[in-house]
């Protein structure tokens, strides 16, 4: 049994797949925002269902589109954080590695989230009752199976296929890089969760929408995400423009403590 907000989430995300492969099946123009991100009317259609479905809940959202609109809610209590199209610049790309991403905080900290990749049916979720991965299949979710953490075994990073940092190389030579892992959105987070890649280090810039369902996801399977202070990432920040630092995912609390230090010495 799912828990019934997680389940709304999912709802959600589904309903937002829809809208966002009926754009993406023809042709489409993609506009600049303010801060020069591309956005399509695949993300605000997106938002607009979601937004429909979470408003049962009585809960505010702090949605990327909202947001760009100047629509800010209160954030003094729990809190949905929406992303209804992470990885636009994979979209626009047509390379299948974009996300419907959907948290609820409480105390700012992500304690659910749901992750959804429409051109794939990948679904993700992470709540108390831990972290899951299944399939989307005709609007149905199918073969939902639990998944866990690998922190063992030789290390294999995910790296962002649309954004780079020169500290990453070197990072990958201290820290003994088997092999890195490149995907595009949040699916970075999921693939820590499912046991594929064991580490995510940051060095660029990212929003609180494009981590925070993908946080709940590995806390819940067991993972930690941390900023450069080692704690946990939280949401609602309007003063910092709603921006994360720069931050690390690790399959362990030893491993994100050895990929923290790093991070710190190649920054001082």
Known sequence: MIDPTTSLMIRAAIAASTEIMAVYARDFTAVSKTDGSPVTEADQRAEAVILAHLAQSGIPVLGEESVAAGIIPALDGSFFVVDPLDGTKEFIKRNGEFTVNIALTDGGRPRSGVVLAPATGELFWGDADGASAARVVDGEVVDAQPIRVEPAGPLRI???????????????????????????????????????????PRFTPTSEWDTAAGQAVLEAAGGVVWGLDGKPLTCGHRDKSFLNGFFLAAASESLGRKCLAEMQRLLA
């Open 158 to 200: 995910v790296a962002s296929r649309s954004h780079g940092h020169e500290a990453l190389a070197e990072l990958c030579d201290t820290m003994q890089v088997e092999r890195d892992v490149s995907v595009g959105s949040s699916l970075k987070f999921c693939l820590l969760a499912r046991g594929d890649a064991q580490l995510y």
